[in-house]
Nanobody, 126 residues
Framework: QVQLVESGGGLVQAGGSLRLSCAASGRTFSRYAMGWFRQAPGKEREFVAAISRSGYNIYYADSVKGRFTISRDNAANTVVLRMNSLKPEDTAVYYC???????????????????WGQGTQVTVSS
């Protein structure tokens, strides 16, 4: 069992930055690939970014590529999503998620992730 707790959300103006953090507890963090997803009101949850267990492989949705950066610290049991140049369309609840293995073919598949956090709200004003 892995428990995930997100933090760092808030209200920011367009063009601003936020840093989301996801703290993991339970089984060995380094055994899990990690992902970030988001869900806007009235929309389906969508993939944002993911990172492999070692941190070597990183994946981004096209909509955030070049603006968001995912990283992890296995010693601190933490995965971070740095978000720059935020846009109003980035407004959503952001969730971190964990899975035992990751492949490029299924990186964006919600069903492949075993554990989810409760989410943190990000609101970008225009």
């Amino acid at each position: 069992q892995v428990q995930l707790v997100e933090s760092g959300g808030g209200l920011v103006q367009a063009g601003g930055s936020l840093r989301l953090s996801c703290a993991a507890s339970g089984r060995t963090f380094s055994r899990y690939a990690m992902g970030w997803f988001r869900q806007a009101p009235g929309k389906e949850r969508e993939f944002v970014a993911a990172i492999s267990r070692s941190g070597y492989n990183i994946y981004y949705a096209d909509s955030v590529k070049g603006r968001f950066t995912i990283s992890r610290d296995n010693a601190a049991n933490t995965v971070v999503l740095r978000m720059n140049s935020l846009k109003p369309e980035d407004t959503a609840v952001y969730y971190c998620a964990a899975r035992t293995m990751i492949t490029s073919a299924t990186v964006a598949s919600l069903g492949e992730y075993d554990y989810w956090g409760q989410g943190t709200q990000v609101t970008v004003s225009s």
